[in-house]
């Protein structure tokens, strides 16, 4: 069975200018990123609780909750609603502690890891059936400290490892643009090439 394409793109994230640069804004990183690529500008959507931008030519919404993390499923389930997106057209983006930086996962509903944001979308869509970007942001190595190295910014070659793996994932935009989710999976869930020593 064939899926659809993506009608809305939510960027996962903080508001305010002491979690931009945070790691559990990543979303938010690729959702500014994908905007300015399509030409789409964010304005403040008070009835969609977030920034929301309209990218006409591709047909597709984006969206930046400005609920905080935990409360993204109230922005989200706004504009799927008011707009009649089901959730198979929903692509999530979002950090992802167990994947290293550098590193992306493309995948279909399955498991929520923990993750406050996906878990509250899931409670406000009735599902866990919609696709996720995860962009890979590593561990801290300790449990207890997950909450504290989410909200830090990365170091600096993490951050680079960051940002390429987002421009990777914006280079294969027109695979998720016209549902070729199986190319745009295999692009990016493969791990890219380690340099020789």
């Known amino acids: ?113 923990g993750h406050n944001g996906l878990k509250d979308i899931t409670a406000h869509l009735g599902t866990q059936d919609f696709w996720r970007l995860r962009i890979g942001i590593g561990h801290p190595g300790d449990r207890n400290e997950v909450a504290n190295f989410v909200l830090k910014p990365p170091r600096r070659e993490e951050s680079d490892l960051i940002d390429e793996s987002i421009d990777r994932a914006l280079l294969a935009w027109p695979l998720f643009a016209k549902a070729d989710w199986n190319a745009a999976t295999q692009r990016l869930n493969a791990r890219p090439a380690v340099p020789k020593a």
């Not at 905007?35 to 959507?45: N, Q, V």
């Not at 030519?57 to 993204?72: A, H, I, K």
């Not at 707009?83 to 692509?91: D, G, K, S, T, V």
């Open 1 to 113: 069975m064939s899926q659809p394409a993506p009608k809305l793109v939510v960027g996962l994230g903080n508001p305010g200018a002491e979690y931009a640069e945070t790691r559990h804004n990543a979303g938010f990183w690729f959702c500014e990123r994908l905007a300015r690529e399509l030409g789409a500008s964010f304005t403040k959507e008070a009835r969609f609780h977030g920034q929301a931008a309209n990218a006409r030519t591709e047909g597709v919404w984006l969206l930046m909750p400005q609920t905080f993390m935990n409360r993204s499923g109230q922005s989200v389930a706004a504009l799927a609603r008011f707009y009649r997106i089901a959730p198979a057209e929903i692509l999530v983006v979002h950090d992802e502690l167990d994947i290293p930086p550098g590193q992306l996962r493309v995948k279909f509903g399955g498991g929520l890891g």
